[in-house]
């Protein structure tokens, strides 16, 4: 396994305080506090908490862009591809659980070109989404209701699971990914 930068540290560190605290309440010298070292070191490797809160989001954002784009455009039925952006979500929150924190929670202080590139990914993997619901309510694969109370219904589960995960260690990934999805697909399935 390779050793984590000094930088990717500085960022964990950060997530799980953005986390437990909210962004505009972690300041660099929590952030430095944190990692045991003074602040003006953290300004060695990084130059400033935006660029934290910037690296988290959209590394995140892309993960879940190129996974999706990777299903929607793929040959697999409308309910495989449903099952596999549930198996996506749970494969990158299990991954980043304390960055969804700040995907979730923060994007909106993003500045500059980050946050209309965020909220164009964001906008299009929603979409994407959409279009595999109505695609399924068409051909009778997924239950006829309103494919917009659909897709919040399924990306609400999906979007908290990192608040619901962490304290649910007893559970598997695989009993996770296996029983999350069942019901998931129970829920719209026609």
Same mark, same amino acid.
């Given at each position: 396994?390779?050793?984590?930068?000094?930088?990717? @540290?500085?960022?964990?560190? #950060? $997530?799980? *305080?953005?986390?437990?605290?909210?962004? !505009?309440?972690?300041?660099?010298?929590?952030?430095? =506090?944190?990692?045991?070292?003074?602040?003006?070191?953290?300004?060695?490797?990084?130059?400033?908490?935006?660029?934290?809160?910037?690296?988290?989001?959209?590394?995140?954002?892309? @993960?879940?862009?190129?996974?999706?784009? /990777?299903?929607?455009? !793929? @040959? &697999?039925?409308?309910?495989?591809?449903?099952?596999?952006?549930?198996?996506?979500?749970?494969?990158?929150? +299990?991954? %980043? /659980?304390? #960055?969804?924190?700040?995907? %979730?929670?923060?994007?909106?202080?993003?500045?500059?070109?980050?946050?209309?590139?965020?909220? /164009?990914?964001? %906008?299009?993997? @929603?979409?994407?989404?959409?279009?595999?619901? =109505? !695609?399924?309510?068409?051909?009778?694969?997924?239950? #006829?209701?309103?494919?917009?109370?659909? &897709?919040?219904? +399924?990306? !609400?589960?999906?979007?908290?699971?990192? *608040?619901?995960?962490?304290?649910?260690?007893?559970?598997?990934? /695989?009993? *996770? =990914?296996?029983?999350?999805?069942?019901?998931?697909? $129970?829920?719209?399935?026609?």
């Amino acid at each position: 396994m390779k050793t984590p930068t000094r930088k990717e @540290e500085i960022i964990k560190s #950060a $997530a799980k *305080l953005f986390l437990e605290r909210g962004y !505009s309440a972690v300041t660099m010298r929590d952030l430095a =506090k944190e990692l045991g070292i003074k602040a003006a070191s953290l300004y060695n490797h990084i130059s400033s908490k935006h660029e934290i809160l910037e690296s988290l989001i959209i590394s995140v954002a892309e @993960e879940f862009t190129v996974g999706m784009n /990777q299903i929607f455009l !793929s @040959e &697999l039925s409308t309910l495989e591809k449903v099952e596999q952006v549930i198996h996506l979500h749970i494969d990158v929150t +299990v991954k %980043n /659980q304390d #960055a969804l924190g700040s995907l %979730n929670n923060d994007w909106m202080h993003l500045e500059g070109k980050a946050l209309p590139y965020f909220e /164009q990914m964001r %906008n299009q993997y @929603e979409e994407n989404f959409r279009q595999i619901i =109505k !695609s399924g309510i068409a051909e009778g694969s997924i239950a #006829a209701r309103d494919p917009e109370i659909l &897709l919040f219904s +399924v990306l !609400s589960t999906l979007r908290t699971l990192y *608040l619901w995960y962490p304290k649910k260690n007893s559970i598997d990934m /695989q009993t *996770l =990914k296996a029983d999350m999805t069942a019901t998931m697909l $129970a829920s719209i399935r026609a």
